[in-house]
Each structure stands twice: as C-alpha cells, then as structure tokens.
C-alpha cells in the first residue's frame, strides 16, 4: 500500500503543490451587532505557516481563528488542502473591505462588506444585556494618597464574552495595584438580575490636578428575549466603559512644610522591645529594639524612615529596614520595620525621648501625629573604661621564641571601638593577658641583655600580624577585636587611640571596623566575616596578596 501511494505522489506531484489561497464570507451585508464568518482555503499538501491577518485589525475585530487540514484519495484522484475560518466583528458601520490575505507567494481576492446601523430601540435592548459600571472612592482625593477604582462588568443570563477581563488599566502620571482577582457574583439593576464581574484597583495620583482613568473594553455575544425583534438570536455586542476624570488636590497648606508627606487613611506607630524597657539595660549588653509604621491606605515606599534621637550613652546599630505590602478589600497597607541593637555604656537613669511621625488623615482631612511616648531605663553596670593616657609610647612585648604573641586588653576608643564587653569578665582577662604579656617581656629583655640586642619592633609586630591572621582564621569576632588592637599598637606605637585614628583615616578600614563592631554587638551570636579587615590590615603593612587562594607554589622557585 506504501509502495502504490509514492506510485501515486511521483505520477500526480502537482496535487500537493500549492494552487491558489481563496476567501469566502456567510454574509456581505450585516448589521453592526452582526460578526462575519470568514473562510480560507489553501490547495495543497505540507503547507507550513498560516495567513498573515495583520491587514484585517484595521477594520475588524477577529473574535477567534481555526485551522483544519484534510486529505483525500478517490480514483487515483489525490486531493488535499487546509483551511482557515475566522470570526470577524466590524469596528463601525459602513463599507468595509476584508482585504487580500497572502500565504506565501499567493493572495487571496478582496472583499466588501457592508455594515448598516442598528435600530435604536435595538440597540437600547444590547445596552442592557451587557455594560459597565467603573466608580471611585473616595470623592476627595490628593496627591499620593489612595483611591480606588472599582470596575464591575454587568451580564445576563445567556450572555458569552470573548477573551478574559480587561487587564491593570495604564494611568498615565500615577502608579496602579490590583487588589486581587476579579470576584464573580450576582447583583439587581433597575429590578434585573444580572451576574457581575468585579474589579478593584488601587491608584496612586502622582500629581496635582485631572486624573484620567482610561475605557476598558470587552467583546462578546447576547441572544436577545422574546420582546425584541431579534429574539433568538445571538448577536455580537462591544461594551466599552465610561472614561473616569478623578480631580486630585495637592498638599493642604495645613499640613507642616518641615514633614514629610505621608496621606493614610490611618497610621499606627508600635514598638516591640521584649523584656524592655520593664526590666531595664545593663551596660554592655545588646537589646533589640524595633519601631514598625503601619500605614492603612498607602505603599510601603511611601512611609519615610524614622527621626530616633538617643542620648549620648546609648549607641544603637540599625539593621537595614524592612518594607512590606498587603493588600485589603479597603486598599494597601504598607509596613516599614526598622530594627536596631542597642548597647549603653553608662549606669543610672537612662531617658527616652519620644518617638513620633506625622501624617494626613485622607478620611477626615486632619494633619495627625502617631507617636510612642517618652520614658525612663534603669540601667545596671559599671561605665565603660576611659582611654588611657601615656606621655610617651612605651614598645611593644617582644614575642618569645616558639611562642605566639599575647593580645592585649585596650581601652576602647571614639573613633573605632565601642564598650560591649561587660567590665567584669574584661578585667579578668585583662589580668591573665598582661600576667602572660609581662611575662613574655620579660622572657625576652632577659634574652636581650644576654647578647646584648635591643627589642626589635619589626618582629614584635610581625608577631602581631601572625596572631591577628591566627585570630581571623578562627573568626571569633572578639578574639580578632583583641588581636586587631595588639597589631595597632605594634604598627603605630603610642596610645591605642592615636593608632587606631591614624589607621582608621582610610573610610575601607574605619567601614571594617564598624562591621566587627556590629558583629560584637549582636544579639543572636555571629561570625564575622573578616575578609575586609584583612585586606586593610595587609595593605597597611603593605603586604600584595594574590587574587587567588588556591595557588601552589613554584615546583622549583628561583632566588
């Protein structure tokens, strides 16, 4: 059977070739609630591609396209060829032409077609099978804040639309949000039952002035009742909402010029700080405090950070804050959460100053204040430790031999260093580091004094060097803070102040710092990463490290 059919295609081959493309319509002369069906047809086998249709948008909605292919074999007689029908809605009345449609190298024949108007009672009887309904709320609107658009699509029972909804309309001039899906329910018109499809879009004006909300539109078909002369049958209807012109006011001259602009429909300001401030502070110690802004009615970009004014002994380090959005039948509600760790460094009472942002009531149309009161902590410890201060720099401890050398316990400095480690426990490392420091000096000025040297500063601070790289490998963020202040006095001698000024200038080295401090002062334990500190402590001592760590040394080094 295979063998007699390829007989078949090398005696008839010009019975797969392409012959010519032709168009057909049911109807040259509609109404314009009338669609169009038209037909194409392709002779030929292994066609590929489709018709191109750009050319009927200008004149014609096309509603829905299909595509078919037959073949077929009588008497030797081998026939075969594709088709194209197509739903067409004309977009006005009068004389419409469907114009040539290529495939190919072929075209197919133009075609006229002519659209006359309906009857006005007729088109009174589509109107209130299908409509729209778009409103806004509220009435008063300003600029920025928030109002909402509700579309809401009106159908009877019978009536089939083509295509989904309409998508998130395009308002020029302001920034737009779907508030969920469209909702489908049943609602009463004028005594009628209807099924509706709700919409709801929440729009922020960006400026003063008219806001144009632009039509949405939709196609489908209605069967008309017994009352119209069209009854029974199903007939194509365009609806097409009502543009919306929404008047948007500017900033009220109530509202004051030195805040920023927040319009809300209403804003909570709420502090959650666990154990605080019931139970007091104790200096050195961190406690997470976090300040949240719910605004109701507006985004979460719109809420501006908050002014926190501390005294001087309470040193607070802000994690980067936090925005969120949900979205509520009533609109947006935007969230800015801003978290800082807070560490004092003085004992006594600590006062609190209050905490507040101003705002625009959008429903009452009243400048408003949302604020956390002032109060008072108890706070528990002794002070943090004063920099110590020396006439002269006194050298380093040499580092004994096959010995590691001892960090030191320094005063903490203004610049750098911060007091987070509690008194108590400092002290008694203190002790035990310079018992071992003392005793490593010592070690070594004996050392000296027998073959005459005097301390050399170049080890004692490679010595540093070692132990700080030593400290980073374990990355225990106290260890290294203790390391790090060892080296800075090695490198720099004098005051630990003075060094850690001189090695701070470069903003690198004073970010690196401030990150270990950060790491030092979190409440959940950390590691930190030391990478930064590294690079600038190597690049202080002038040290080029290799981009890569994964190098091997030369097999044969030369001198």
């Known amino acids: 059977m295979k063998a007699r059919l390829m007989c078949l295609v090398l005696l008839f081959p010009s019975a797969f070739a392409l012959a010519r493309l032709d168009a057909s319509v049911d109807a040259t002369t509609i109404s314009e609630a009338d669609t169009i069906r038209l037909t194409l047809r392709a002779d030929g086998a292994n066609l590929t591609g489709d018709p191109d249709l750009d050319a009927l948008s200008e004149q014609f909605d096309v509603l829905s396209s299909q595509r078919s292919s037959q073949f077929r074999s009588i008497n030797g007689q081998i026939d075969a060829w594709t088709t194209w029908t197509m739903l067409l809605k004309p977009k006005h009345t009068g004389t419409l032409q469907i114009p040539a449609l290529k495939l190919g190298n072929e075209a197919s024949l133009p075609i006229q077609i002519t659209v006359k108007d309906l009857d006005p009672q007729l088109k009174q009887a589509i109107a209130q099978t299908v409509f729209f309904e778009t409103t806004y709320e509220p009435k008063q609107v300003y600029v920025q804040s928030q109002v909402i658009v509700t579309r809401r699509l009106f159908y009877v029972n019978g009536a089939q639309l083509y295509g989904d909804m309409p998508n998130v309309p395009d308002v020029p001039g302001a920034m737009v949000k779907s508030l969920g899906d469209a909702d489908h329910t049943t609602a009463v018109r004028d005594g009628r039952q209807y099924g509706m499809i709700e919409q709801r879009f929440a729009v922020f004006p ?6 144009s909300v632009p039509p949405a539109a939709v196609t489908g078909s209605v069967r008309l009742g017994a009352d119209s002369s069209m009854s029974g049958r199903r007939i194509g209807v365009d609806v097409t909402s009502d543009p919306l012109t929404i008047p948007v006011l500017p900033i009220p001259p109530e509202y004051p010029r030195d805040a920023p602009w927040l319009p809300a429909m209403d804003v909570e300001l709420l502090q959650d700080w666990p154990g605080e401030p019931e139970r007091g502070l104790a200096t050195g110690t961190p406690s997470q405090r976090t300040l949240i802004v ?3 009615g507006n985004t979460a970009s719109a809420i501006p950070p908050l002014d926190i004014a501390l005294p001087d002994s309470l040193k607070a380090y802000p994690e980067p804050p936090k925005l969120s959005e949900t979205q509520a039948r009533s609109g947006i509600i ?3 959460t801003e978290s800082s760790s807070l560490v004092a460094t003085q004992p006594g009472e600590l006062s609190l100053p209050e905490v507040k942002i101003t705002w625009f009531d959008t429903v009452h149309h009243q400048v408003k204040v949302a604020s ?25 401890p040499a580092e004994p031999p096959n010995a590691s050398p001892a960090p030191s316990v320094a005063a903490p400095d203004a610049l750098a260093i911060s007091p987070t480690i509690n008194w108590w ?10 018992g071992w420091a003392l005793t490593a000096w010592g070690f070594r000025r004996r050392s000296n004094a027998v073959d005459g040297r005097r301390p050399d500063p ?3 601070e490679a010595g540093a060097y070692r132990a700080f790289s030593r400290a980073c490998n374990g990355g225990d963020p106290h260890a290294i803070r203790l390391a790090l202040d060892v080296w800075l006095t090695s490198r720099y001698g004098g005051s630990l102040a003075d060094a850690a000024r001189r090695f701070g200038t470069d903003s690198a080295a004073h970010a690196a710092i401030n990150a270990l401090n950060a790491g030092l002062y979190r409440p959940d334990p950390t590691t930190f990463d030391p990478t930064s500190l590294r ?9 080029a490290k290799s981009t890569r760590s994964d190098e091997l040394p030369a097999l044969y080094p030369t001198a």
Do not use: K, N, W, Y
Request: glycine share 6%.
């Open 206 to 211: 960006e400026r003063s002035g008219d806001l």
């Open 372 to 396: 956390l009161p002032p109060h008072s902590l108890a706070v528990t410890g002794v002070a943090a430790m004063p920099p110590p201060t020396r006439d002269a720099p006194e050298p380093a």
């Open 458 to 460: 170049r080890r004692a």
């Open 425 to 434: 426990l400092a002290a008694a490392v203190a002790a035990a580091l310079i």
């Open 294 to 296: 719910r605004a109701d």
């Open 334 to 336: 935007g969230t800015r």
């Open 535 to 543: 690079r600038c402590v190597d690049a202080a001592r002038g040290v």
